[in-house]
């Protein structure tokens, strides 16, 4: 997945904005909380890094190409970064990020979910 199409499928999520940040990072937001990291890549296919389950966790960061994304999980939090081949295909790569979206929208208090029209 390229930087375009990381952007354009983030930005087809409901209630998100997209910031540039920690070191040119694009990184995509729902209700001001971050779902998606998308950078620190040499190339144009940036490392995504997304947070998951407690299951998907343990799950994920033992598959070629995905860790534990560096500092946040080192901090205890339930973040995955798809960093290299062979990772996930693109399908299940837009998978955990629309999760990832679901799993941060969660929470949000109930009054931002109603005022961004999420979980209805």
Known sequence: MTYDEYNAFCASLPATTKVIQWGGAHVWKVGGKVFAIGGWSDDDKPAITFKVSPLSYDILSEL???????????????????????????????DYIRESHRIVSLGLTKKLQKELGLNQ
Not at 83 to 94: I, Q, R, T, V, W
């Open 64 to 94: 070629p190409g995905l860790r534990p994304a560096p500092y946040l999980a080192s901090r205890g939090m339930l973040w995955i970064q798809h960093y290299a081949e062979p990772g996930l295909s693109e399908e299940d790569l837009k």
